[in-house]
């Protein structure tokens, strides 16, 4: 079983940046694959980047390429998402969630076995 517990969501403004980070439970935290994703009422939920055991990146998502990164430590079971340049469509509910699965696919809500209750992000313009 692993909890995870999101923090960092907070109101900014369009063009700030904004660190979020996901801190895990257990003692397996390095062998899980992690991943962002974001929900708001006006879109249904959308995978933000996800990264693999390895420490190898997946930022599929047009929104994220040159503005979200993600990493993580294992020596602190956290894992991360930086955000840079954030607009008013960024706004959502930030999720983080895991998976125990090899492979993928990274993008996929149903590859994760585990989430968080999430952090609100609201960016205002």
């Known amino acids: 079983q692993v909890r995870l517990v999101e923090s960092g969501g907070r109101l900014v403004q369009a063009g700030d940046s904004l660190k979020l980070s996901c801190t895990a439970s257990g003692r397996t935290f390095a062998t899980y694959a992690m991943a962002w994703f974001r929900h708001s009422p006006e879109r249904a939920r959308e995978f933000v980047p996800a990264i693999s055991r390895r420490n190898e990146a997946t930022n599929n998502a047009d929104f994220v390429k040159g503005r979200f990164s993600i990493s993580r430590d294992s020596g602190e079971n956290t894992v991360y998402l930086e955000m840079n340049a954030l607009k008013p469509e960024d706004t959502a509910v930030y999720f983080c969630?895991?998976?125990?699965?090899?492979?993928?696919?990274?993008?996929?809500?149903?590859?994760?076995?585990?989430w968080g209750q999430g952090t609100q992000v609201t960016v205002s313009s």
């Open positions: 969630a895991a998976s125990g699965l090899a492979g993928g696919p990274f993008g996929r809500a149903n590859y994760y076995q585990y």
